[in-house]
């Protein structure tokens, strides 16, 4: 049996704990830093990341390259974020698997694709494109997905499976977008993890959300729920690969102690798990 990969645990950085993290960076092994806030950054942007990646081992995440386009990734948007991974030398980095631009104009947010082989295809495409910029490993990142596109030929983790196969990148498992799609959608995920390709994990992100509407909601402003934990437990034992766990929390950030526990609670899960 393959010896697992080293699983670090961390954080995705905010501005507003840059203190904090600095004074318990013993305790955070990686962090995640969103590629858009760097992308034409002021000089002290610029020597905010640069005290960063002195201090922590880091990966990008991107929010805006729209992987998804059937018309193409922006070049102007692409030489940028290839100018900042060319910067940090990260041993990864990610963007999602959803779409935020489409005739040319930007719809604001990650919008999910219908899963059709036409979609899968149309990303394969634009990850071809994206790697004669960035030679850099990618990972893609499962969305939330509120509703599903009318026209699907498949499901989500038939979709995934797909994307993955045709692109050769391996998968950010976003774990609670994985239960909110499950418990939205009326799937038992539990009873269909056979059917993801959790050997292909490279990062996790975990995060808390909440109910509006009747619906979940992927709104890191909560802590990770037990549901999430467990849900955890269960797929880090099929996913021998996976390198990193990151924390998200974007609202109501609590004492920072409180993330440095969840990181920690994360650390131990994947201790006893792996």
């Not at 922590?56 to 290839?82: M, N, Q, W």
């Not at 489409?102 to 694709?113: D, P, Q």
């Not at 993330?259 to 994360?266: D, K, M, N, P, R």
């Amino acid at each position: 049996m393959a010896t697992p990969a080293e699983l670090r645990a961390g954080l995705g950085y905010r501005p507003q704990f840059c203190a904090d993290l600095f004074a318990n960076r013993e305790k955070i092994e990686i962090v995640e830093v969103i590629a858009d806030h760097y992308l034409d950054a002021s000089r002290e942007k610029r020597a905010e990341l640069d005290l960063l990646a002195d201090h922590f081992p880091i990966v990008p995440h991107g929010l805006d390259l729209s992987l998804g386009s059937a018309e193409g990734v922006d070049p102007s948007y692409l030489r940028k974020l290839a100018r900042l991974v060319a910067r940090l030398d990260p041993p990864w980095w990610s963007e999602h698997l959803a779409f935020t631009r489409a005739g040319g104009i930007s719809i604001g947010h990650l919008a999910a694709l219908p899963y059709t082989q036409e979609a899968a295809e149309a990303v394969a495409r634009n990850v071809e494109t994206v790697r004669r910029a960035i030679p850099t490993p990618l990972i893609l990142e499962n969305p939330t997905v509120i509703a599903l596109v009318p026209g699907c030929e498949m499901d989500e983790a038939g979709f995934l499976t797909r994307v993955l196969e045709l692109t050769g990148c391996g998968w950010l498992c976003d774990v609670t977008n994985l239960y909110t799609n499950a418990v939205n959608q009326g799937v038992d995920l539990e009873a269909e993890l056979d059917r993801w390709p959790f050997e292909r994990v490279v990062q996790f992100h975990i995060a808390g959300g909440r109910r509006l509407r009747g619906l979940l909601m992927d709104s890191h402003d909560a802590p990770a729920p037990p549901e999430i934990w467990s849900l955890l437990e269960k797929i880090l034992p099929r996913a021998p690969n996976a390198r990193a766990m990151v924390l998200e929390r974007d609202e109501n950030l609590p004492p920072f102690g409180d993330l440095v526990e969840e990181v920690a609670h994360a650390r131990a899960i994947g201790r006893l798990c792996r």
